[in-house]
């Protein structure tokens, strides 16, 4: 199942018919997992058609870099939310269910600050010392995966990001 906050469009169907070249595409539910009411509505739409959940995996981002001087309160906290909100969301619907794991995507961003990410790096960090207390109350593991920068998929794979990253230096993981 793939839970993702918007609507069901042709680029998510462009998606979910790549993944279906290997097999079956995913159930797609559109709901907020920001929001525990969507998130248990989700949860709910999963259990039914599958039965059980074995695994979850956060993989949340909010794309709205800017320095703190120039960030307005909303863009801090949308960007942060995704991460904290929704990590705390996971742990509070799912995590009774006799998981294998949860897998929380998170970036070298807790480490690394970057000009402008100061929202998504809190966010980050927040997500990983999380995880590292959940790990400790959960009956299965939860780990972190504090990926690097990918240049030529997703969210920050615009031109403008791969050279913004050059110029810092940092190189691009690739699929």
């Not at 993702?4 to 797609?28: C, F, N, Q, S, T």
């Not at 920068?149 to 230096?169: K, L, T």
Request: charged share 20%; with cysteine.
């Amino acid at each position: 199942a793939w839970i993702g906050r918007r609507e069901r469009d042709e680029a998510i169907e462009g998606k979910l018919e790549r993944v279906a070249a290997g097999g079956r595409p995913p159930l797609y539910i559109s709901a907020d997992a920001r929001n525990r009411h969507d998130l248990e509505r989700a949860f709910a739409q999963i259990r039914q058609r599958f039965g059980r959940i074995d695994g979850v995996i956060h993989s949340t981002i909010v794309l709205a870099d800017n320095s703190l001087a120039n960030m307005t309160e909303e863009q801090f906290s949308a960007a942060l939310s995704a991460k904290v909100d929704v990590a705390v969301n996971v742990a509070q619907v799912f995590g009774a269910e006799p998981l294998d794991f949860i897998l929380y995507f998170s970036s070298i961003q807790s480490f690394y600050k970057a000009p402008g990410q100061s929202n998504y790096a809190s966010g980050c960090a927040f997500t990983d010392a999380f995880a590292e207390w959940q790990s400790g109350k959960a009956g299965y593991p939860v780990k972190v995966m504090n990926w690097g920068y990918w240049g030529s998929v997703g969210i920050v794979s615009s031109a403008a990001y791969q050279e913004r990253m050059a110029q810092s230096g940092v190189g691009s993981l690739e699929p």
